[in-house]
């Protein structure tokens, strides 16, 4: 690359001394700091005299707040560069969005961008996804959210959402929301522009909308209110937690509890799933420590009459043994799905990944409804914890009613409950073009390629799967294919190459998908399968669960606080690109973005603080005389009628 055009900037860099350098890195140092705890910018100058008191030099110039957030910038601008850095050697690409309220009040669109990596260290095709912007839509309705598109994209060089400037994006993702995916929405609009889109509707959400269908109006509401008031009950009282933590204590010599927390888990939040389950296994290792406290809670003359009912009426219901044996029931049943939820909560995560642990969820909840519910671990264990003695039941040491009605629901209905999951669960994938996943899994899926070549030896099938995935394929993406330099039409026979090659040199049957393909792409064959590769990275691009975005609003919520809810946009996207996959404090570079900030315009790094203008110290400044005229003139004020 011809460097002489930058010559007078590299003459600029050359003059900047070691010392400077150092001071800047400190203060860079400082601001990276302050954005990763997610400080206000008023700590900048607090910090840095801090340095200066500890006997590290920093200078006498940029010490002041507009100084730290203009570092800020720069350091977020070093990642965007770096991201681009990333995405150039990418072909394809896919955007995530997601939308949510911030604490002042205003709408908040995030949007991800997603690539497929094929030259990572740990030698796996990684589908990777990074922070790309957030943008305030004008209105939350389809032609807002097609703005907020358009500026994200224009971030990735697409100058507006056309076939022409698009034409290497596949694929989008948002959640079901109807200005998503509404005729009239921003799926509507987008696609008439850019026809071939993949639209998603993240994964992870219709799992957990799924779980929320199969267990209404089922016995699961009645814990799931159970699992809110007990957390209510202690969440803004350090005398009841206290109370209760002593309570554990004194019971550990009686109990063994299975976790060593104290507190009622809260059981809602972004993944819903896990969050309930946590919520019950808490229920169910410390059950006689909280029903010995709310019994004492309802005895004490401190508390109010009418608290006392409503805890009185509380404890009667959560001596139910429906209760107790409904948290170990319903952990059992929400654990595979809880598994799936957090796969899909992965950074990494490509579509084969996340279908195929989608599949083996529905195998595992099959599974278990084809077990007797005796032999369910969590469900039995519990059982055997109850005790009878002198005709009364107690589980940790504290008495439960109703356990053989119970016992029948739950033996009676539990083949019903993972059959309803089950259900819901395909009944939530009915929004998919199912045919297309399934072309998607016979290309990408490389276990399974002995049996395509079985099957092209069938007698009684002449066309096989792969052949139809791949002309299905390559017409749906004919137009960023052939952007790519791709020639649709050699395709087939370049797979039908690299099965054979794989299927003689590589052993599918127990090498990970992503390890096979990893190795197809750096075979010394590559060359010669472009067009197939091609179209296997725009596969791995495509977009599947918006569970990063969901990690990025509560990042966003912790930055943007009520104390800083006048954070402009830019100062939050600014703060939100170095927070997302941020590095270690130890571990930050400064140089980078001390380059980018010497470039951007010329700098003063030894200027010291500027002093105020003539005309303005003279206003802040009296004589004696002027002093004296103003005491007379007080004084006469104040004697005046």
Same mark, same amino acid.
């Given at each position: 690359?011809?460097?002489?055009?930058?010559?007078?900037?590299?003459?600029?860099?050359?003059?900047?001394?070691?010392?400077? $350098?150092?001071?800047?890195?400190?203060?860079?140092?400082?601001?990276?700091?302050?954005?990763?705890?997610?400080?206000?910018?008023?700590?900048?100058?607090?910090?840095?005299?801090?340095?200066?008191?500890?006997?590290?030099?920093?200078?006498?110039?940029?010490?002041?707040?507009?100084?730290?957030?203009?570092?800020?910038?720069?350091?977020?601008?070093?990642?965007?560069?770096?991201?681009?850095?990333?995405?150039?050697?990418?072909?394809?690409?896919?955007?995530?969005?997601?939308?949510?309220?911030?604490?002042?009040?205003?709408?908040?669109?995030?949007?991800?961008?997603?690539?497929?990596?094929?030259?990572?260290?740990?030698?796996?095709? =990684?589908?990777?996804?990074?922070?790309?912007?957030?943008? =305030?839509?004008?209105?939350?309705?389809?032609?807002?959210?097609?703005?907020?598109?358009?500026?994200?994209?224009?971030?990735?060089?697409?100058?507006?959402?056309?076939?022409?400037?698009?034409?290497?994006?596949?694929?989008?993702?948002?959640?079901?929301?109807?200005?998503?995916?509404?005729?009239?929405?921003?799926?509507?609009?987008?696609?008439?522009?850019?026809?071939?889109?993949?639209?998603?509707?993240?994964?992870?959400?219709?799992?957990?909308?799924?779980?929320?269908?199969?267990?209404?109006?089922?016995?699961?509401?009645?814990?799931?209110?159970?699992?809110?008031?007990?957390?209510?009950?202690?969440?803004?009282?350090?005398?009841?937690?206290?109370?209760?933590?002593?309570?554990?204590?004194?019971?550990?010599?009686?109990?063994?509890?299975?976790?060593?927390?104290?507190?009622?888990?809260?059981?809602?939040?972004?993944?819903?799933?896990?969050?309930?389950?946590?919520?019950?296994?808490?229920?169910?290792? $410390?059950?006689?420590?909280?029903?010995?406290?709310?019994?004492?809670?309802?005895?004490?003359?401190?508390?109010?009459?009418?608290?006392?009912?409503?805890?009185?009426?509380?404890?009667?219901?959560?001596?139910?043994?429906?209760?107790?044996?409904?948290?170990?029931?319903?952990?059992?049943?929400?654990?595979?799905?809880?598994?799936?939820?957090?796969?899909?909560?992965?950074?990494?995560?490509?579509?084969?990944?996340?279908?195929?642990?989608?599949?083996?969820?529905?195998?595992?909840?099959?599974?278990?409804?084809? $077990?007797?519910?005796?032999?369910?671990?969590?469900?039995?264990?519990?059982?055997?914890?109850?005790?009878?003695?002198?005709?009364?039941?107690?589980?940790?040491?504290?008495?439960?009613?109703?356990?053989?009605?119970?016992?029948?629901?739950?033996?009676?209905?539990?083949?019903?409950?993972?059959?309803?999951?089950?259900?819901?669960?395909?009944?939530?994938?009915?929004?998919?073009?199912?045919?297309?996943?399934?072309?998607?899994?016979?290309?990408?899926?490389?276990?399974?390629?002995?049996?395509?070549?079985?099957?092209?030896?069938?007698?009684?099938?002449?066309?096989?799967?792969?052949?139809?995935?791949?002309?299905?394929?390559?017409? $749906?993406?004919?137009?960023?294919?052939?952007?790519?330099?791709?020639?649709?039409?050699?395709?087939?026979?370049?797979?039908?190459?690299?099965?054979?090659?794989?299927?003689?040199?590589?052993?599918?049957?127990?090498?990970?998908?992503?390890?096979?393909?990893?190795?197809?792409?750096?075979?010394?064959?590559?060359?010669?399968?472009?067009?197939?590769?091609?179209?296997?990275?725009?596969?791995?691009?495509?977009?599947?669960?918006?569970?990063?975005?969901?990690?990025?609003?509560?990042?966003?919520?912790?930055?943007?606080?009520?104390? =800083?809810?006048?954070?402009?946009?830019?100062?939050?996207?600014?703060?939100?690109?170095?927070?997302?996959?941020?590095?270690?404090?130890?571990?930050?570079?400064?140089?980078?973005?001390?380059?980018?900030?010497?470039?951007?315009?010329?700098?003063?790094?030894?200027?010291?603080?500027?002093?105020?203008?003539?005309?303005?110290?003279?206003?802040?400044?009296?004589?004696?005389?002027?002093?004296?005229?103003?005491?007379?003139?007080?004084?006469?004020?104040?004697?005046?009628?």
């Amino acid at each position: 690359m011809d460097t002489s055009s930058f010559a007078p900037i590299l003459k600029i860099l050359n003059q900047m001394s070691e010392k400077d $350098k150092e001071m800047l890195r400190i203060k860079f140092d400082i601001v990276h700091f302050i954005a990763t705890q997610q400080l206000a910018f008023t700590n900048y100058l607090a910090l840095c005299e801090l340095e200066k008191k500890h006997g590290v030099n920093v200078g006498v110039s940029y010490l002041n707040q507009n100084a730290g957030k203009t570092f800020c910038h720069f350091i977020a601008e070093s990642k965007r560069v770096e991201l681009r850095k990333k995405l150039s050697k990418s072909i394809f690409l896919s955007v995530l969005m997601d939308g949510s309220t911030d604490s002042a009040n205003i709408d908040d669109e995030l949007f991800l961008v997603t690539w497929c990596d094929t030259d990572s260290d740990d030698q796996l095709v =990684r589908t990777n996804m990074s922070y790309l912007c957030v943008a =305030r839509p004008k209105k939350v309705d389809g032609k807002g959210l097609f703005e907020c598109l358009q500026t994200s994209l224009s971030r990735l060089g697409m100058s507006c959402i056309s076939s022409e400037q698009c034409k290497f994006l596949v694929g989008i993702g948002t959640d079901g929301a109807s200005a998503n995916v509404a005729a009239a929405g921003l799926k509507g609009l987008v696609e008439r522009e850019v026809p071939w889109l993949y639209w998603s509707w993240c994964l992870a959400h219709r799992v957990e909308l799924a779980v929320k269908d199969a267990l209404k109006d089922t016995c699961f509401q009645l814990i799931d209110d159970m699992l809110l008031r007990l957390y209510y009950i202690y969440e803004k009282s350090p005398k009841k937690c206290r109370e209760l933590e002593e309570i554990i204590t004194d019971l550990r010599q009686f109990i063994t509890f299975n976790d060593g927390g104290i507190k009622p888990i809260r059981a809602s939040g972004s993944r819903w799933i896990s969050h309930k389950l946590s919520a019950m296994k808490r229920v169910l290792s $410390k059950f006689g420590a909280y029903s010995s406290h709310l019994i004492a809670l309802s005895e004490d003359s401190s508390v109010k009459s009418l608290d006392q009912a409503k805890l009185r009426g509380y404890i009667t219901k959560w001596s139910d043994a429906k209760y107790i044996l409904g948290c170990a029931f319903f952990s059992d049943l929400l654990t595979p799905c809880a598994i799936i939820s957090k796969v899909l909560q992965q950074d990494s995560l490509d579509i084969l990944g996340a279908f195929s642990s989608l599949l083996r969820t529905v195998q595992e909840l099959k599974k278990l409804g084809s $077990k007797p519910l005796l032999q369910w671990s969590t469900y039995s264990s519990t059982l055997q914890r109850i005790t009878e003695e002198n005709g009364t039941t107690s589980f940790q040491q504290q008495v439960i009613r109703n356990v053989d009605r119970a016992k029948t629901h739950f033996s009676t209905h539990y083949e019903k409950y993972c059959t309803a999951v089950t259900s819901c669960l395909k009944n939530r994938l009915e929004w998919t073009d199912l045919e297309f996943i399934r072309d998607v899994v016979i290309i990408l899926a490389t276990q399974g390629w002995e049996k395509l070549i079985e099957e092209q030896d069938h007698v009684e099938q002449p066309v096989p799967n792969y052949v139809s995935a791949i002309n299905r394929l390559g017409l $749906k993406f004919k137009i960023p294919l052939e952007a790519s330099g791709v020639v649709v039409a050699s395709i087939l026979q370049e797979f039908q190459d690299i099965i054979l090659y794989a299927t003689e040199f590589i052993s599918l049957s127990s090498t990970n998908y992503q390890t096979v393909w990893w190795k197809i792409f750096h075979t010394p064959n590559a060359a010669s399968w472009t067009n197939a590769l091609k179209l296997a990275q725009l596969l791995f691009t495509l977009p599947v669960s918006n569970g990063k975005l969901e990690r990025i609003f509560s990042t966003l919520k912790n930055i943007k606080q009520s104390k =800083r809810s006048s954070l402009s946009n830019e100062l939050l996207d600014d703060l939100l690109a170095i927070n997302v996959d941020n590095v270690m404090i130890k571990d930050f570079n400064a140089d980078s973005s001390i380059e980018l900030w010497w470039k951007a315009k010329s700098r003063r790094p030894n200027q010291h603080a500027r002093k105020l203008s003539a005309d303005i110290a003279g206003e802040s400044e009296h004589s004696s005389s002027e002093l004296a005229d103003i005491l007379e003139d007080w004084d006469t004020w104040m004697d005046s009628d």
